[in-house]
């Protein structure tokens, strides 16, 4: 079975500066997907950044970056810039692709705050 | 496109009773996810249908929980009788399928269920 492990269960960073969130994870497929997710107040899980396990090359959506180690099964996020809006749960998720089920297997989520 | 459309948004019921929870997924997407988030963790699949039938319930605590997908579109979820252990964010998500390209699930805003 696939597990998700966030270490930081709370994270803070000053608006404007950078900050990475950790994320490892245990498997023994070689064909998945990771996820970072964002959980404002809202509740409703918005999706931040995937990589594609396959590829080497990190992926990047504006001002949020991964560090992808895939030998290592590591899988961080870094918010460069940070806003208060960043303020929220993220969560990083596994997604197996071998099989029928889509499953998203979920870390326990780093609470981050930005402080102005 | 309107997003994934779920009601109540909150609920509170005593141990014992029943309670369902419905969900409108975004128009042509053939897959639904049912995902329980008990307070401090992330989210847990229960069930996930392919149009009308399922394709991953393994998780779901079959002699409470039952959940239906008629027609492929909306779905319900029901908990039958309620225990103090499933107070908790019932979230629906949806995605299109098949959909190698594109993996990343919308999300709705979730129900929050207190059991008293």
């Known amino acids: 079975a696939q597990t998700v492990t966030q270490s930081q269960p709370e994270m803070s960073v000053q608006e404007a500066e950078t900050v990475t969130l950790s994320c490892t994870y245990d498997?023994?497929?070689?064909?998945?997907?990771l996820f970072w997710y964002k959980q404002p107040p809202s509740r409703q899980m918005i999706l931040v950044i995937r990589?594609?396990?396959?590829?080497?090359q990190n992926a990047t959506e504006n001002r949020f970056s991964v560090n992808f180690q895939k030998a290592a099964k590591s899988f961080s996020l870094k918010i460069s810039d940070s806003q208060l809006g960043d303020t929220a749960m993220y969560f990083c998720?596994?997604?197996?692709?071998?099989?029928?089920?889509?499953?998203?297997?979920f870390g326990k989520g780093t609470k981050l705050t930005v402080n102005p | 496109e309107a997003g994934v459309a779920q009601s109540p948004r909150y609920k509170i019921i005593e141990k014992r009773q029943s309670v369902a929870f419905w969900c409108n997924p975004i128009s042509g997407h053939a897959t639904l996810y049912w995902y329980q988030q008990i307070l401090g963790q992330g989210p847990k699949l229960l069930i996930q249908f392919q149009n009308n039938g399922v394709v991953d319930d393994s998780q779901l605590p079959k002699d409470r929980f039952s959940a239906e997908r008629l027609k492929g579109v909306d779905s319900t979820l029901k908990i039958q009788p309620a225990k103090l252990e499933d107070s908790a964010v019932y979230l629906c998500?949806?995605?299109?399928?098949?959909?190698?390209?594109?993996?990343?699930?919308?999300f709705g805003s979730g129900t929050r269920l207190t059991v008293v």
């Open positions: 998720a596994f997604m197996n692709l071998q099989g029928g089920s889509e499953k998203l297997v």
């Open positions: 998500a949806s995605s299109p399928t098949p959909d190698r390209t594109n993996y990343g699930y919308t």
């Open positions: 990589q594609e396990a396959y590829k080497q």
């Open positions: 498997t023994s497929e070689n064909n998945y997907y």
